[in-house]
């Protein structure tokens, strides 16, 4: 329901359940599925990861060794003064000519253990490396301070609740304690959708 500013979490349920995930005949309350993405020519070409998805980003694929640590997924950072986490593609080799990260795959750090400028990030990034900024989020007509992120997931966790990757100076985890009420506004991340 991506155009809804309803405070009611039922008035989010997709196909009128609450048990429903926003995939399938249900797609069409997923954020990034239903609307045009600005690179991506039109609706239906992106849509939003599932929970599972993000733990296996997050948590389970067999990636590169990076700065010795094996099958390094992600590293908290801060890029032009911008906190946030730096997700490693499967394949990835560091550039030369940046300093190589630190706290690979360890939640509880800082943002600061690792702090790259723009250049830098532009040469982290060339090598296939994505970025997940720390953002706000609306509840009800408040807006939360920006030390957390919350990025939606198209899975539900009960009737009021959806699973959630989330992150904060100190945790970062698409678990089972990681969940928003339905009605709050936070971040999509979308993926290219497999049509």
Not at 27 to 34: F, L, P, R, S, Y
Not at 44 to 52: D, G, K, P, V
Not at 56 to 73: E, F, M, P, Q
Request: hydrophobic share 35%; with cysteine.
């Amino acid at each position: 329901m991506p155009y809804s500013i309803s405070e009611l979490y039922s008035d989010y349920y997709p196909g009128g359940s609450y048990a429903n995930s926003l995939t399938g005949d249900y797609a069409e309350a997923d954020w990034a599925w239903h609307n045009n993405i600005s690179n991506g020519n039109g609706p239906h070409l992106w849509r939003t990861l599932t929970i599972n998805e993000w733990n296996y980003i997050i948590n389970s694929r067999l990636t590169s060794t990076v700065n010795g640590t094996t099958n390094a997924h992600y590293a908290k950072a801060t890029i032009a003064s911008v906190p946030g986490v730096i997700l490693f593609p499967d394949t990835y080799v560091h550039p030369d000519d940046v300093a190589q990260p630190n706290g690979i795959n360890n939640g509880s750090n800082g943002y600061d253990i690792n702090d790259y400028d723009l250049n830098d990030w532009e040469l982290i990034e060339a090598c296939g490396a994505v970025f997940l900024p720390v953002t706000y989020f609306r509840y009800g007509w408040g807006v939360d301070s920006r030390v957390n992120a919350h990025y939606w997931s198209t899975t539900p966790r009960d009737q009021s609740t959806i699973r959630i990757l989330y992150f904060s100076p100190t945790f970062l985890g698409a678990g089972e304690g990681n969940y928003i009420d339905r009605f709050d506004g936070v971040a999509v991340r979308p993926v290219q959708a497999n049509n």
